[in-house]
Nanobody, 125 residues
Framework: QVQLVESGGDLVQPGGSLRLSCAAS????????VAWFRQAPGKEREGVTC???????YYVPSVKGRFRISRDKVKNTVYLQMNNLKPDDTAVYYC???????????????????WGQGTQVTVSS
């Protein structure tokens, strides 16, 4: 059974940093694309970033230069380092993966079969 568990969400002040983790069990995603999505209250789930099979990343414009996705193949974990956080970054963050082998990952929900339960990130003073 595939399980993704996100952690690291917290309350942080604007300008602060957080690192989210997505640990997988029952699935080795070292060769597959992994993505992070987020959903704010009253809004649709939106893509944030993804990492391709060759570890090349993609970032949506609103987080580019502030967020960084990385992968630890030994720990079977993907990380999302978030810097210079803004109130608009407040959301539940989800990681997702599937048997997607690509060098051009997409932040599209239909690409991924397995999802975590989410972790809350709140940016507020």
């Amino acid at each position: 059974q595939v399980q993704l568990v996100e952690s690291g969400g917290d309350l942080v002040q604007p300008g602060g940093s957080l690192r989210l983790s997505c640990a997988a069990s029952g699935f080795t995603f070292s060769s597959y694309a992994v993505a992070w999505f987020r959903q704010a209250p009253g809004k649709e789930r939106e893509g944030v970033t993804c990492i391709s099979s060759d570890d090349s990343p993609y970032y949506v414009p609103s987080v580019k230069g502030r967020f960084r996705i990385s992968r630890d193949k030994v720990k079977n974990t993907v990380y999302l380092q978030m810097n210079n956080l803004k109130p608009d970054d407040t959301a539940v963050y989800y990681c997702a993966t599937g048997e997607v082998v690509t060098t051009r990952c997409l932040v599209a929900t239909y690409e991924y079969d397995h999802w975590g339960q989410g972790t809350q990130v709140t940016v507020s003073s």
